[in-house]
T-cell receptor
Framework: GQSLEQPSEVTAVEGAIVQINCTYQ??????LSWYQQHDGGAPTFLSY????GLEETGRFSSFLSRSDSYGYLLLQELQMKDSASYFC?????????????FGQGTTLQVKP | DSGVTQTPKHLITATGQRVTLRCSPR?????VYWYQQSLDQGLQFLIQ???????AKGNILERFSAQQFPDLHSELNLSSLELGDSALYFC??????????????FGPGTRLTVL
């Protein structure tokens, strides 16, 4: 089966940079995704890595190392509105489905 | 706004009852997914439908069932409800093709409370 580990909470100050790590164990790998969820809201897709390296989208970047079964989400120039939960997710076998397995989520608190 | 709609927004019912949650996917998306989110279990995949047919199943209870209709909207039926079924239920949709499976668009959710 699939399992993902990520820290439960992270705190940072406005304007800072924060990194949220995710390690995974999978029987087949179809990429690592990141989702953001504000309290009581719907998860929103942030990024996806299928290959090793860094993907940048504005203030957010995501990194993947398949050999280490590890990825991270990097948030730069933190803003108060970035306070939310962040989930990493992998797709379960077989590869032709959208069955996403989510980590337990990391709650990011941004302080002024 | 993701383009995915869900009704109702809130549902309060009693143990032993049956409820139906409804979802309309984004225009053009053939795949619909249902997820359950509770405090202790996190975000759990329940089931996926693709163009009317079941494509993938998670740890969905036998008391739960779903279907996708010809107009692509989907319904999740929960029966013999228990207190532990209280949760947020999300519907999501995506283009059903390769890496697009990883980018799913979630609806606002239905908050189910079983008393």
């Amino acid at each position: 089966g699939q399992s993902l580990e990520q820290p439960s909470e992270v705190t940072a100050v406005e304007g800072a940079i924060v990194q949220i790590n995710c390690t995974y164990q999978t029987s087949g790998f179809y990429g690592l995704s990141w989702y953001q969820q504000h309290d009581g809201g719907a998860p929103t897709f942030l990024s996806y890595n299928a290959l090793d390296g860094l993907e940048e989208t504005g203030r957010f970047s995501s990194f993947l190392s398949r050999s280490d079964s590890y990825g991270y989400l990097l948030l730069q120039e933190l803003q108060m509105k970035d306070s939310a939960s962040y989930f990493c997710a992998v797709r379960d076998r077989p590869g032709n489905t959208g069955k996403l397995i989510f980590g337990q989520g990391t709650t990011l608190q941004v302080k002024p | 706004d993701s383009g995915v709609t869900q009704t109702p927004k809130h549902l309060i019912t009693a143990t032993g009852q049956r409820v139906t949650l409804r979802c309309s996917p984004r225009s053009g998306d053939l795949s619909v997914y249902w997820y359950q989110q509770s405090l202790d279990q996190g975000l759990q995949f329940l089931i996926q439908y693709y163009n009317g047919e079941e494509r993938a199943k998670g740890n969905i209870l036998e008391r739960f069932s779903a279907q996708q209709f010809p107009d692509l909207h989907s319904e999740l039926n929960l029966s013999s409800l228990e207190l532990g079924d209280s949760a947020l239920y999300f519907c999501a949709s995506s283009v059903a093709k390769g890496s697009s499976y990883n980018e799913q668009f979630f609806g606002p959710g239905t908050r189910l409370t079983v008393l």
